[in-house]
């Protein structure tokens, strides 16, 4: 399946922003998907995940209460809200699709889009 994030920005800090994840495939509907993303000199990290029936969501303890994921299996598309935006946000977003039921760690996700910046100025 082949993803495209979109969304990213400059937004100054306690703003927001919303991602979205698409493809053209159907079978988007059917894989769990994922938002990671990875700061400069920093390594690639989880932030959020939903399930292919939205039953199951899983959040970094770092977005917990400002970031909520959501998505709308009839337009393949998986959004990430993302609320009261700090600086530490800044980062280059990416989704990813999944095969497992709930996934949190990269190496459980097989597709990968290309990045989108999001830039949260102080």
């Known amino acids: 399946v082949q993803l495209q994030a979109s969304g990213g920005g400059l937004v100054q800090a306690g703003g927001l922003l919303r991602l979205s994840c698409t493809a053209s495939?159907?079978?988007?509907?059917?894989?769990?998907i994922g938002w990671f993303r990875q700061a400069p000199g920093k390594e690639r990290e989880f932030v959020a995940a939903?399930?292919?029936?939205?039953?199951?969501?899983e959040y970094a303890d770092s977005v917990k209460g400002r970031f909520t994921i959501s998505r709308d299996n009839v337009k393949n598309t998986v959004y990430l809200q993302m609320n009261s935006l700090k600086p530490e946000d800044t980062a280059i977003y990416y989704c990813?699709?999944?095969?497992?039921?709930?996934?949190?760690?990269?190496?459980?996700?097989?597709?990968w889009g290309q990045g989108t910046l999001v830039t949260v100025s102080s």
């Open positions: 990813a699709a999944s095969n497992e039921r709930i996934a949190t760690m990269a190496y459980e996700y097989a597709y």
């Open positions: 495939e159907r079978t988007f509907s059917t894989y769990t």
């Open positions: 939903i399930s292919w029936s939205m039953v199951n969501t």
